[in-house]
């Protein structure tokens, strides 16, 4: 794991997309989440991002070592901003490298879905109109890695891999 | 000797909003879990049904119902999560 954490820092994919990857690194994935300015058919000004940070830092920097561990990535990074951001703004940035694309591609999957369901961190759309919303979000599962979830309705890849 | 244990709840999201503060204190008797607080938690005048669907955190780690807590234990009720 080279770099997990929750930050209110401007993100910047393409510059962990530099650093990762060795010489037997064949397949470097990055991934950039960026603000949406329209959700369900409402304009969105703004997302606000809240998070509970210490304990965020220690689920993503455990999300990423396992993601390591349970495929064949030989590296992840991952970050997540918080704060208000804009429309076209990056929220979230995974990369992963393997030797080869298909477990890049599944580490880096693998990181923003396991993030998704246990990453204390809350989003707050704004709206154009002077509105605001939580998002409705994922219960966290207690074991690591698991995802039992009272409020799951979608399915994931990995979910069984506990 | 304290036959209670003091806590003070960690809010995030939704709840802090909600609550209208950040922490919220809670008195239960020595040997409470996890679901002790959260039905305690349901109780409270603002929060209420709201806590219906969180988690709770024990010094920074997801617990089920049946942990115990304990006096200086950070204790956190985490909404329904949402990020990237």
Redesign the interface.
Not at chain 1, 115 to 123: A, D
Not at chain 1, 134 to 142: A, I, K, V, Y
């Given at each position: 794991v080279v770099v997990a954490e929750v930050t209110e820092r401007p993100l910047d994919g393409s510059e962990l997309l530099r650093r990762l990857g060795g010489a037997g690194d064949g397949a470097v994935v990055a991934f950039e989440?960026r603000v949406r300015d329209h959700n369900e058919g409402r304009s969105v000004a703004c997302l606000h991002?809240?998070?509970?940070r210490?304990?965020a830092n220690?689920v993503l920097h455990e999300i990423a070592t396992e993601a390591v561990q349970r495929t064949e990535a030989s590296a992840i990074a991952v970050r997540?901003r918080v704060g208000s951001l804009a429309p076209s703004e990056v929220?979230?940035v995974v990369v992963a490298a393997a030797a080869h694309r298909k477990e890049a591609f599944d580490a880096c999957s693998r990181v923003?879905e396991q993030?998704?369901?246990?990453?204390?961190?809350?989003?707050?759309e704004e709206y154009a109109d002077g509105t605001s919303s939580?998002?409705?979000?994922?219960?966290?599962?207690?074991e690591p890695g698991s995802h039992a979830s009272?409020?799951a309705h979608r399915t994931e890849p990995g979910q069984d891999e506990v | 000797v304290t036959s209670t244990v003091h806590l003070a709840i960690l809010l995030f999201g939704k709840h802090r909003d909600i609550a209208g503060r950040a922490v919220v204190e809670l008195d239960l008797p020595a040997g409470a879990t996890v679901g002790d607080v959260r039905a305690a938690l349901s109780q409270h005048p603002e929060l209420g049904s709201s806590v219906e669907g969180a988690a709770v955190a024990v010094n920074r780690r997801y617990e089920r119902d049946e942990a115990p807590v304990s006096a200086g234990d950070e204790v956190a009720l985490i909404p329904p999560v949402a990020g990237g």
């Open positions: 989440g991002y809240d998070t509970y210490a304990m220690s997540h929220s979230l923003i993030l998704k369901h246990r990453l204390p961190l809350w989003k707050r939580w998002l409705e979000g994922q219960t966290p599962g207690t009272r409020s | -």
